[in-house]
């Protein structure tokens, strides 16, 4: 009993599918590279942690007296790893530096004018660089909202050192520190008193929907990474088509009783095969080896992707017809990874983009992607909030194999 | 004898190249139809249409009696394409390519398996069926690619160039192999520049050239075409003028001043032919007695040699 | 000599009729750079767009509304774009991820303020943005700190007026002046930090190769920012690897295609067809950095810098990419090998070397790392030629690594491809 279509299809398929799977190089794309990636893109931005990243901000103290160090250890309790200019080695190039002038106690203690300067540098984080001043000036005002209640109350306590008279202020705790012996202790002790005091007023910060709590480097670095390689991977693929056109092999599968439209749809199954383990295997990897959140609806998570798979599937066919050479597949493929992921917005965050260039981002099967996989991951929506992101998808696939097939040709 | 394909007005260009010219020619059932002409004659692109693969921008072809053009895919299940490049998939080994072919036509499970192992035994490569085709040398990439047309056990088999650039002994076992198939009653149509190889094994031949088919029939009767005479070529120190007249009534192929090309009945007419130079006194420096050949035919049909 | 040359010509001149590859490879640097041109401006600063925050106010009291016109006055208004909503309509907006974040002021938040008992302000983040959600945490957190600072300076007057308004009585001249007096010590206090501006914070964005060149006395425009100085060198390196590796992998397709032995039939040696190759391998990715840095100049307005200092980077550079990939061909047996080796390697040199993420922006544990790549000294000493016109001495370090590098690659890497054809490996 000789089988029909779909034995043909599948047979196709699963070629293409064993071809690649035998490839040392294919697999090391497929599987290891985007781990490499997630790992390294995840660390960058705060690794597992479900913190904001722990900047560095490199402090250089000239100043010496007790009040810089307080700024410090309340730059300390900002999340910040505080590291000494004085402690860094040779050449050492430091990212952002807080600089404390020289005199800063006695300034502050005194009411004289003293200027703190947070030197960045070009090209550092702009995100760590604004946060860092934020946490520079909320110190600041820690640090001054003390130096205010210890006044007020040496004014209280009838200090003669420090007074109001009229609506002028007469000495300063500096005055006050050099007033006797043991006094410089008693303003620095109380100081150290007012900063351990906890916050009457705090933030507390959550997240909407009901996705995942803890965000970390990898919850953001997953998802960016697994479309951009399932992109590439889908993509280089279309150099599969082109090889076998050049060795004659897509020539003598059309003399087979497989019509063209089984060809076009072995191919695309077999890509659908790879997307398919490729995204079971990153997805795998997202929740067991860097415990990242998938969401609540991994169903939806998956259709999604298999939607995308058959969209850049389909692009791959497109490639592989209107391309005679597997090296300019290669390379148009890198190209047109990198724009879609891009401004698709695996590679940042599209809010910081400009409007613009959102709409562009929705004209891109990447765009419709992350976006989707945020509602189903970060808002923990379910698969009909992204029923509209695969029928665009499915759409855009269907646009690419039509126009595939059609150009599909047999012969160099 | 029942004709298994049948081919009519056949035409096809690309651009502005007409590679296939209104040919027609019929293969009759267990024959092998050799297809002979050099590169660019039109012999792939016909093999192509056969196949299903080319629409005819022209004319018919009747396969099993089915019309191609209206059930392409049934007429490709009977038939077993063997193209002329190592169309086979180098990393796989030369059995999972025959797996991957052999259900590329339908083929399953065990009857698969039997008909792969069948087809191996047939190209003598059962024992390196396990190795990857890349290892293989070329006259085993040869076989194992007539192979891969085998596997499903066709009733009409296109051979396009399958001996090209291989060493004698391995065109040999090609050779043998297709000689083998024929007498198993297969229908066989064998394109080649090799005129050995068409005289060889075709039990007709079509001569074809720039897309025309000039002259069709068996080597015998391609020979008649050529009046069935010697060809003899006679160089030396003589005018084109001394020499016609010695010739007499025999058909002079070529003349020039210094060399004479004519078609004599036998080996005598050539004995007398060189006593007239040698009465007339015109210097002779060599004789070139050429037999009648498919050669000889491709030159009278075509007007140039078949060279490569 | 003369023979090398000839294979070397050859190469370029197959190159230049058959180009598409090495163009195309040329394009992955120059698009990366253009992407990011496009989506954040030659000026690299990330414009913050009006960012969408919504306000849920269950207090309508005080300190809420203090809360409340502090966001809607001056840079915040600029930055925020506030809608008040009820706390039903603000849920149901940010589970649709229709706001950045949206702040929460819980009923009694006031009351709690002024009795000094803790009082928590709730910030519900879009989980699906990154970077404006931290920024009105960033904001909201620092009036967190202004509201908790001014509460506990002025809690003495406060709370006696407190006690004045829940009093049964009317209250006393002496309480009344106890409460003005408390309230303006505190105004004086604060004024003088305010007004006078005793402490000050300065934020500006410098390098330490500006400082430099400012303490040197030196005068000079550095004009704005340029994002594309910044980024081209990275993702350049990335480009010329790629084409440094292109070009040499044809000595694997030139074996099996044929040409390789045919040459080695030839009555050069094996050592010059090496050279030939290897050096055609130089040539063409220098071709190809000099179309690059000219695209750089012409396309991307980037200020080429000192140019000695360039030319010699480049070279360098360019010696470092031949050298290190002519190294591990010498490493690698097949096509099949390359395929799979050499991508990697290139990314993950790229990678750490600072091509994809700014090294300045990678944690300190990966710039240790990426110190070991060539890419780090590469695309590090054209971005001080780029962006602080650094000269021949400041990228001495630099142009030591990687010509040492380069030689120490190039010598044992020919002599192991030389030592693989001689022995038939190839």
Not at chain 1, 172 to 192: N, T
Not at chain 3, 214 to 232: C, H, L, P
Request: aromatic letters at 6%.
């Amino acid at each position: 009993m000789r089988r029909g279509r779909a034995w043909t299809v599948w047979k196709i398929a699963a070629c293409d599918f064993r071809l690649t799977m035998r490839e040392k190089s294919a697999v090391l794309w497929i599987f290891l590279m985007p781990l490499a990636f997630i790992t390294f893109f995840g660390l960058s931005f705060g690794g597992g942690s479900g913190r904001t990243p722990l900047a560095t901000l490199t402090v250089e103290n000239n100043d010496g007296g007790f009040l810089s160090a307080d700024l410090v250890s309340l730059l300390e309790g900002e999340n910040y790893f505080i590291q000494m200019s004085d402690t860094l080695p040779d050449g050492a190039d430091p990212v952002r530096t807080l600089v404390i002038p020289e005199g800063f106690t006695d300034g502050g203690l005194g009411r004289g004018k003293v200027e703190l300067v947070l030197l960045r540098e070009r090209g550092s984080n702009e995100n760590a660089g604004r946060a860092a001043s934020a946490a520079v000036f909320r110190s600041l005002a820690r640090l001054v909202s003390g130096l205010v209640e210890i006044e007020d109350g040496l004014i209280r306590e009838g200090s003669e050192s420090i007074v109001i008279r009229g609506d002028t202020l007469y000495g300063s705790l500096l005055i006050v520190s050099k007033d006797g012996p043991g006094m410089a202790a008693v303003v620095e002790q109380r100081m150290d008193t007012m900063l351990v005091r906890p916050s009457n007023v705090t933030v507390r910060s959550e997240r909407a929907g009901r996705g995942i709590e803890i965000p970390g480097g990898f919850q953001s670095s997953v998802p960016g990474n697994l479309v951009m390689f399932v992109l590439m991977t889908m993509l280089f693929s279309g150099a599969a088509i082109t090889a076998e056109r050049q060795g004659g092999l897509l020539k003598r599968i059309g003399m087979s009783p497989a019509g063209k439209g089984d060809i076009v749809a072995g191919k695309l199954l077999g890509r659908i095969f790879i997307g398919v383990a490729q995204i079971i295997f990153l997805l795998a990897a997202g929740k067991l080896l860097f415990r990242i959140s998938l969401g609540n609806d991994i169903g939806g998570l998956f259709l999604l992707m298999l939607a995308f798979t058959f969209a850049m599937g389909s692009l791959s066919i497109l490639f592989g017809s209107l391309l005679s050479d597997p090296d300019q597949v290669t390379s148009l493929g890198v190209i047109t990874a990198m724009a879609m992921s891009a401004l698709g917005g695996c590679w940042w965050p599209l809010e910081m983009v400009s409007a613009p260039l959102r709409v562009v981002a929705y004209c891109l099967p990447t765009g419709w992607t992350i976006n989707g996989i945020h509602r189903l991951i970060s808002f923990g929506m379910g698969t009909a909030a992204v029923l509209p992101h695969i029928a665009v998808l499915t759409l855009f696939g269907i646009v690419f194999l039509a126009a595939g097939a059609k150009r599909l040709k047999w012969d160099v | 004898m029942t004709e298994t394909i049948v081919v009519k007005e056949l035409s096809k260009s690309f651009g502005e190249v007409r590679a296939v010219r209104g040919i027609d020619f019929a293969v009759a059932s267990g024959e092998i139809f050799g297809f002979l002409g050099p590169n660019g004659a039109g012999k792939t692109t016909t093999i192509s249409m056969l196949s299903g693969l080319l629409r005819p921008d022209s004319g018919s072809i009747t396969i099993d009696g089915m019309d191609i053009a209206s059930h392409g895919r049934d007429v490709r299940r009977i038939l077993g394409i063997i193209p002329q490049e190592i169309a086979l998939y180098e990393e796989l080994s030369g059995r999972d390519n025959l797996l991957f072919w052999g259900g590329l036509y339908g083929l399953a499970g065990g009857e698969l398996k039997d008909s792969v192992d069948r087809a191996l035994e047939l190209v003598e490569l059962t024992d390196r069926s396990k190795d990857p085709v890349r290892t293989y040398s070329g006259g085993m990439k040869r076989r194992i690619n007539l192979c891969a047309g085998l596997v499903h056990d066709p009733k009409i088999i296109l051979l396009d160039e399958p001996t090209l650039g291989i060493d004698p002994q391995a065109r040999i076992r090609i050779l043998d192999v297709v000689k083998g198939l024929a007498g198993r009653g297969k229908t066989i149509i064998y394109t080649t520049h090799y005129l050995e190889e068409a005289e060889q094994i075709c039990d007709r031949i079509a001569i074809i050239d720039e897309g025309t088919i000039h002259a069709s029939g068996t080597l015998a009767e391609l020979v008649e075409l050529v009046g069935g005479k010697i060809m003899v070529t006679v160089s030396g120190g003589f005018g084109a003028e001394d020499v016609r007249e010695l010739v007499g009534d025999a058909e002079i192929d070529h003349i020039e001043d210094g060399e004479l090309r004519v078609k004599l009945l036998d080996r005598d007419s050539t004995g007398m032919l060189l006593g007239g130079f040698f009465s007339a006194g015109l210097q002779v420096d060599g004789v070139a007695i050429k037999e009648p050949s498919l050669e000889s035919v491709f030159l009278q049909v075509t007007g140039r040699e078949l060279r490569d | 000599m003369k023979e090398i040359l000839g294979i070397l010509t050859n190469d370029i001149r197959r190159r230049l009729k058959s180009p598409l590859s090495v163009i195309l490879m040329i394009l992955i640097p120059v698009s990366m750079t253009l992407i990011i041109g496009i989506v954040f401006g030659q000026s690299g600063e990330v414009t913050v767009p009006k960012i969408k925050v919504l306000l849920v106010d269950n207090d309508g009291g005080f300190f809420s509304g203090f809360l409340r016109q502090a966001m809607q006055q001056g840079e915040l208004a600029d930055m925020l774009d506030i809608t008040e909503v009820s706390a039903a309509e603000g849920e149901a907006m940010m589970s649709e991820g229709k706001a950045s974040a949206l702040i929460e002021i819980p009923q009694g938040f006031t009351e709690k303020v002024l009795d000094g008992v803790p009082a928590e302000i709730r910030l519900v983040k879009n989980p699906s943005e990154y970077f404006l959600p931290l920024v009105v945490e960033e904001i909201t957190k620092t009036m967190a700190v202004l509201l908790d600072g001014g509460s506990r300076i002025f809690s003495e007057p406060m709370t006696r007026m407190r006690s004045i308004i829940d009093g049964e009585s009317w209250p006393s001249t002496g309480d009344m002046e106890e409460v003005i007096n408390g309230a303006r010590n505190g105004v004086i206090l604060v004024y003088g930090y305010v007004a006078d501006s005793l402490i000050t914070f300065r934020d500006e964005v410098a390098s330490a190769a500006d400082t430099a060149v400012a303490a040197a006395g030196e005068q000079e425009d550095s004009g704005g920012f340029n994002i594309f100085a910044f980024v081209m060198p990275g993702s350049m390196m990335i480009g010329l690897l790629f084409i440094t590796e292109l070009v040499l992998r044809d000595i694997l397709r030139e074996r099996t295609g044929g040409t390789l032995p045919r040459m080695l039939a030839s009555p050069v040696t094996t050592s010059q067809v090496v050279a030939g190759k290897v050096g055609a391998a130089f040539a063409i990715t220098m071709i190809s950095c000099l179309i690059l840095l000219l695209v750089s100049r012409i396309g991307f307005s980037v200020d080429l810098g000192d140019l000695p200092a360039l030319l010699l980077h480049t070279v360098a550079t360019i010696l470092m990419c031949t050298g290190v990939m002519t190294f591990l061909y010498g490493a690698i047996s097949s096509e099949r090998a390359a395929d799979a080796v050499m991508s990697v390697v290139i990314i993950a040199m790229a990678l750490f070397g600072g091509s994809m993420v700014p090294y300045e922006q990678m944690p300190s544990a990966l710039q240790a790392v990426g110190r070991f790549s060539p890419v780090f000294w590469a695309a590090d000493g054209m971005k001080r030629i780029f962006l602080f016109d650094a000269g021949i001495s400041d990228i001495s370090v630099h142009l030591a690594i990687l010509a040492a590098l380069g030689v120490c690659s190039l010598i044992p890497g020919t002599l192991l491809i030389r030592s693989r054809i001689v022995k038939g490996g190839w």
